[in-house]
């Protein structure tokens, strides 16, 4: 059984002879399951230089009897594992796998342990990291889970650069679904999850909103609370462009609240009825009106058309006069599909950008205890205008570093999960980087405004001040008597007594 589900999977699958079947619940529990990936199970190599473990087309058995090529032979740029898990119980659906979406139906599993070994993988340098690119591809069998559960998991990371190994470890996690191609999605929306990450407790869960049960008026969109404390600032700032890359050492905490779209109610007529207008508008404005057969005569087909040409009617002042007239008509039609087509575009698009369809990540981040150095390079950042701002940046930094609260909103589109399994290819990594640059530019320029606005109060203080000494030293040498400091001359004070 081992040997026919390794064929299967293309790696190293060993479990304990006795399988613990449910066929009520249509369940199979598995004990002492052995899961092991290394380079023996890497692809031969189909051409040179290729730099990305893919996978081939050829069948998982193939994989497993290519196990006699030397290693110089097959592609060994992926990511090793060597993992047990004490309990592994599944449920099976054939509707499922017929439909697609794998065999599995719900997975579950406890007691988790092992190693993940990334420090072989590299990228080449020449290369510029395309997140789109890197997205993976859809796959006929991937697996969809309807739920999965995990529970006393703890890994040790071996990450590459000579990156320190550090721990993973994961209490208990309940996702509703959990897509392969789909997976950083889904990891996010889950319905709870708590462990450590590098000593760091962290956890994922559901937010709850009060309101009326039964209101289908206002959209529902979920949300998720993230929340990772006392993280090593070099799990972040490690290739990082911007401010966060200039730190050298600290701790910080992010607390993230995820907006994911709307959830829609499936409404086939209204679902018929937008694509149809859809449909036509979009042919409306696409399709051009044809040129009249009046403005080319000699090429056209038209029996009237080559009757007149024929009679020779074709050049007189009258036939001049309508075929102008039916080309200015015919460019009027044309220039105005061709607005309206632009003006069904301009709103597709704005309908885009202000539909909620963008899954928002309301981010706050609490940088503790930081050192940050100025930067060897000028970076070119489009948030930064001027490179004289790196080291006031940088001594902002330095003089806040007990804390520094730092807040900024991300705005993602759902396609970018298609395929992500990480920060890096959703792009959030990309966006945590830059809307981080962007509040610390303002937090710089705040300041130095704020600071220019307590130095004119203070000059101005003190000027006051030095009139208000000048006038009271006047008085009590009687230079100027008291009828002077309340606009009054002296004659007129006179006056005033008489």
């Known amino acids: 059984m081992s040997q026919w589900v390794s064929q299967m999977v293309g790696i190293s699958v060993e479990f304990d002879s006795g399988i613990s079947p449910s066929w009520r619940q249509g369940t199979i529990c598995f004990y002492n399951v052995k899961i092991k990936c290394g380079p023996e199970h890497g692809l ?5 230089g290729s730099t990305k473990f893919e996978p081939s087309d050829e069948s998982p058995s193939t994989i497993v009897t290519n196990l006699d090529h030397p290693s110089s032979e097959r592609d060994t740029n992926f990511t090793y594992y060597d993992i047990s898990i004490n309990q592994l119980q599944i449920t099976l659906s054939l509707w499922r796998w017929l439909d697609g979406k794998g065999l599995v139906k719900d997975c579950s599993v406890k007691g988790v342990r092992g190693i993940i070994d990334r ?30 559960e995990a529970e006393d998991c703890f890994v040790t990371l071996l990450n590459i650069d ?27 929306a889950a319905n709870s999850i708590v462990g450590m990450y590098d000593q760091s407790l962290f956890s994922v869960h559901r937010t709850h909103q009060r309101g009326r049960a039964d209101d289908n008026t206002q959209p529902k969109r ?27 050492s600290g701790k910080v905490s992010v607390s993230a609240v995820v907006i994911f779209p709307e959830e829609r109610q499936g409404n086939t007529t209204e679902t018929i009825k937008h694509l149809v207008n859809h449909l036509t508008d979009s ?20 029996p009237i058309i080559r009757i007149l040409r024929g009679a ?119 966006l945590t980087y830059q809307g981080m640059g962007e509040a610390f530019v303002r937090l710089v320029k705040d300041e130095q405004e704020r600071n220019r606005r307590l130095k004119l109060i203070g000059w101005w203080s003190l000027g006051t001040l030095a009139k208000e000494i000048v006038n009271l030293f006047e008085y009590i040498t009687g230079e100027r008597d008291f009828w002077h400091y309340i606009g009054i001359s002296e004659n007129s004070a006179s006056g005033y007594l008489c």
């Open 44 to 48: 031969p190599i189909k051409s040179e």
């Open 119 to 148: 420090r072989h993988v590299w990228w080449d340098p020449n290369i510029e990291y395309n997140p789109a690119e890197e997205r993976s591809k859809h796959r006929p069998g991937a697996f969809e889970f309807e739920t999965f």
């Open 162 to 188: 000579n990156f320190r190994p550090f721990t993973i470890s994961i209490y208990s996690a309940s996702l509703p679904q959990l897509r392969q191609q789909w997976f950083m999605y889904d990891v996010l």
């Open 222 to 248: 979920s949300k998720t609370h993230m929340q990772i404390d006392n993280l090593n600032i070099d799990h972040i700032n490690e290739g990082a462009e911007g401010p966060i890359g200039w730190l050298t």
């Open 283 to 302: 042919v409306d404005a696409v399709i051009l009106p044809s040129k009249p057969d009046w403005a080319d005569p000699q090429s056209s087909n038209n």
């Open 312 to 430: 020779n009617l074709l050049d007189t002042p009258l036939s001049k006069h309508l075929r102008k007239r039916l080309m200015d008509r015919n460019e009027y039609e044309t220039q105005k599909r061709l607005e309206q087509h632009e003006n069904a575009s301009s709103q597709r698009k704005h309908s885009i950008e202000a539909s909620p369809d963008s899954l928002t990540i309301d981010l706050n981040v609490s940088l503790n205890d930081i050192r940050a150095s100025v930067p060897l390079r000028t970076p070119h950042l489009s948030y930064l205008s001027s490179t004289v701002l790196i080291r006031p940046i940088v001594g902002y930094m330095n003089s806040h570093r007990t804390s520094l609260p730092i807040r900024c909103r991300l705005r993602l589109d759902h396609g970018d999960f298609n395929g992500a399994w990480n920060l890096y290819d959703s792009g959030i990594s990309y």
